[in-house]
């Protein structure tokens, strides 16, 4: 283990005063009582306020809106997935048996909690300051422009903006069922848009309302740039 | 506005460097573009991370559920409307006319991002550990408590815990009726629970299908306390 921390510290390009903290961050709750979750807890702050700052400076005088959009791109889970990957966390994780021959190793959320618990670790063991260079050092390659904004809209979003530029009615969405059991529920959305008089649908459907809405805002939104309405 | 300015840093505890960012702190969209929105979003990670650190030491060995329900307590608009007022920031805000006449100057939540931004622009003139510092004075005569997290327990959450301290089936929760206009919709939903071969409704109103389960679930866990099922 002592090998692994130290190499790891290398690929972070940092060097931690308490090193428990890096194994702390590495430990699932699978593996010891002494888990990461609360560094996780903290890390996934760090990393918030970190990329906000980021996207701030970066994108000087776009709205909140754009701003809070790149940060969910950058954040979500996929992409710390890539760079738990990058930075060998896999071998440097420490589960339970059973979650290991389950392929938790490989398991993108539990690699994600895993780096998001690095940075709370490194925000405890060297401030602020430190954990925002170690977020500065993970996201460099990342360009942030407007049209990562424009990437991470949502289709509901996108919908709308497509109505409003062509001068068109907001679409209507319907909750048209809700089926299987308490927190496993499926929920079908219509959405309907109107224009010169015709009336289009598209459906979706979610594990949440809001799913459901994105998902036939997103079908919608296929059926008109493909189709005149 | 250049003594209402002084005054507040003040009571801030804090001397901007650069007190531009402090009066676009307190500029809402209403009055001009160059408004507080942008200061907000900053602010409010900033806020979460320090919220999140004070939690974690006060806490120590509590889960992560505990700390995250007691952040949110202590990060929601009604608290932060409260140290708003305390500070004295409806004098300062800058308004547009309709906004004022409108009553906005009292409007919860124009405070409360009022209040973000300012730290967010604390943040941005003296670095993370001046924005820190403000936050903890701001929550100086704050007790953080486990107490505090039972007491963020969300009402959905302390049914649920309710019924299995007595081995009861878990409630149901069905939407009953969506009604008014997109962006603008009223959910009810009718909570069910079935315990010894009876049954019990509670029904409850909101913004979103998640109030409204919050509402029934409150109702729900009146009924259940104050009668046998």
């Known amino acids: 283990m002592n090998e692994l921390l130290a190499d790891l510290q290398q690929r972070l390009h940092y060097r931690f005063q308490d090193a428990r903290l890096l194994a ?4 699932h709750r699978s593996f010891s009582a002494s888990h990461n979750e609360r560094l996780e807890f903290l890390g996934d702050a760090v990393l918030n306020l970190a990329v906000a700052h980021r996207a701030f400076e970066a994108l000087q005088g776009y709205p909140e809106g754009d701003l809070s959009r790149v940060r969910a791109q950058l954040v979500r889970e996929e992409s710390l997935h890539g760079l738990a990957l990058r930075l060998g966390l896999p071998e440097a994780l420490q589960l339970g048996e059973g979650e290991r021959r389950a392929g938790g190793r490989e398991r993108a ?3 994600a909690d895993a780096l998001e618990a690095i940075i709370g670790a490194v925000y405890l063991d060297g401030g602020y300051p430190a954990a925002q260079a170690l977020v500065g050092r993970l996201l460099e390659g990342v360009a942030i422009t407007p049209s990562l ?24 969405y319907e909750v048209v069922a809700i089926t299987g059991a308490e927190h496993q529920q499926t929920f079908d959305v219509r959405c309907t848009v109107e224009a010169l008089g015709r009336r ?24 008109l740039t493909e189709s005149v309405l």
Do not use: C, N, V, Y
């Open 149 to 172: 904004a424009a990437a991470a809209k949502d289709a509901k979003t996108a919908l709308q903006e497509w109505l409003q530029a062509r001068r068109m009615a907001l679409p209507r």
């Open 24 to 27: 702390r961050a590495l430990t």
């Open 109 to 111: 959320s539990i690699l």
């Open 200 to 223: 289009s649908h598209a459906q979706g459907q979610g594990t949440s309302r809001r799913a459901a809405e994105q998902t036939a805002a997103a079908t919608m939104l296929t059926q």
